[in-house]
């Protein structure tokens, strides 16, 4: 019901930034909570960010606050990541999903229910 593309993936040294985007089709997000995973080579997938559906709360983990913002565009039916300060342990997969009405579990990502196909992040030194 609900089809998403990441992009805006790349390489960068260390301290760069990138936005990521998510593009959404098949339905409104307006209905839906987001969430940002990644996954590095060897490791679980992991929550990265939130943003609840009208983009009045956000969450972060611990390792990327203050470094990273989400944000959405409900009109536009799109999503961000502005990642600023990069450091190689954020190389990874980054994935953007969608969770039906996102009224609990904004970290699990067993929670959501639409995945998008990733896009590398690479940061190097």
């Known amino acids: 019901q609900v089809q998403l593309v990441e992009s805006g993936g790349g390489l960068v040294q260390a301290g760069g930034s990138l936005r990521l985007s998510c593009a959404a089709s098949g339905r409104s997000l307006s209905n839906y909570g987001m969430g940002w995973f990644r996954q590095a080579p060897a490791k679980e997938r992991e929550f990265v960010a939130a943003?609840?559906?009208?983009?009045?709360?956000?969450y972060y983990a611990d390792s990327v606050k203050g470094r990273f913002t989400i944000s959405r565009d409900n009109a536009k039916n799109r999503m961000y990541l502005q990642m600023n300060n990069l450091k190689p342990e954020d190389t990874a997969v980054y994935y953007c999903a969608a969770d039906w009405l996102g009224r609990s579990g904004y970290d699990t990502d067993s929670e959501y229910d639409y995945w998008g196909q990733g896009t590398q992040v690479t940061v190097s030194s």
């Open positions: 943003i609840s559906r009208g983009g009045g709360s956000t």
